[in-house]
């Protein structure tokens, strides 16, 4: 099932892979102007000439910038935040992890999560929601995860972080509701990204804390946040595994949740004593 979308301009954060660039695809054929915005100037090339060829009427700029920086994220903003390129539906996907133990971790890896996923998601919707406002219409979707439901040990910075985008998101979603801009947050669980590959550590047991059976793919994630996000919904948990999980997260009381987490496969081996 397409979802029967039209946004006048869909501005989408890391389009250069994984979910971000499976979010243009399937926006592409339902938007008038698509912007792309990542670090990888060679693949956001790569995407826009296939998403052209693929939707002749279809304009696209690709904005290279590295949301960590607070320049890029106000140069971002300056570009479009009036005119044509003003996004109606503004998709906060880029986001990274980091897994492994906490007091082990590479300062500057966490900074650089944090930064990315919270303060860019938080700037680039303070910075973009006026122009929506304005104009009388416009949507945000937020990519968090279904790890922003509890703390997870060799995962804490960034479920904390995830934790911080739900929460942030259902709030806005309240305070907008006067404006009629719907605020959806999609929380999935693992899917076969990059995400993977740059949240792991060396010497770290396994990459991804996940099994295999307990994947959904890229492209059932977007179209079941799409629907979401046209049901005008809060909240996504795409895959059917994924929303049971959910539910039961949801309705656990907080020490089983703590003996289930402190039982669980470590990405670190625990010291004999
Ligand atoms: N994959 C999963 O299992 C999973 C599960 C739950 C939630 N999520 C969430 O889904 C979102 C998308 O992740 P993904 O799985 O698609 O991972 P991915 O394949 O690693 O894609 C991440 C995207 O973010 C961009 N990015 C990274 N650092 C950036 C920076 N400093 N400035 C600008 N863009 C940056 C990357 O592009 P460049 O490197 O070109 O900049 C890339 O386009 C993230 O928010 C992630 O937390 C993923």
């Known amino acids: 099932m397409d979802p029967p979308l039209l946004y006048d301009c869909s501005l989408i ?72 390129w003003a996004p109606s539906l503004l998709v906060n996907n880029a986001g990274m992890g980091d897994y492994g133990e906490f007091v082990t971790g590479d300062w500057k890896k966490m900074e650089q999560m944090l930064s990315l996923n919270i303060i860019a998601l938080t700037h680039l919707t303070h910075g973009l929601l006026p122009c929506m406002i304005q104009s009388g219409h416009g949507a945000v979707l937020n990519v968090s995860s279904l790890a922003s439901l509890l703390p997870i040990p060799d995962f804490a910075v960034y479920a904390a972080s995830k934790s911080y985008v739900t929460s942030f ?51 059932e994630v977007v179209l079941e946040a799409l629907l979401a996000l046209q049901r005008e919904q809060p909240r996504s948990y795409p895959g059917l595994k994924v929303s049971l999980v959910a539910t039961a997260l949801a309705s656990m009381p907080p020490a089983i949740l703590r003996y289930f987490m402190r039982n669980r496969p470590r990405a670190v081996p625990e010291q004999e004593d």
Do not use: M, Y
């Open 169 to 219: 998101s259902e709030a806005l979603r309240l305070e907008l509701n006067e404006h009629e801009i719907p605020v959806l947050t999609v929380c999935p669980g693992p899917v076969h990204t990059g995400f993977g590959e740059i949240a792991g550590r060396d010497g770290s047991l396994e990459d991804s804390p996940a099994r295999e059976w307990f994947f959904v793919s890229r492209e």
């Open 13 to 84: 954060t890391g389009a250069s892979g994984g979910l971000g660039e499976e979010f243009a695809s399937q926006l592409a054929p339902h938007c008038r102007r698509l912007v792309l915005v990542a670090r990888s100037e060679d693949e956001l090339g790569l995407l826009r000439d296939r998403l052209q060829s693929e939707n002749s009427d279809l304009q696209i700029k690709v904005v290279n910038a590295d949301l960590t920086s607070a320049e890029a994220r106000e140069e971002l903003i300056a570009t479009v935040k009036e005119g044509e």
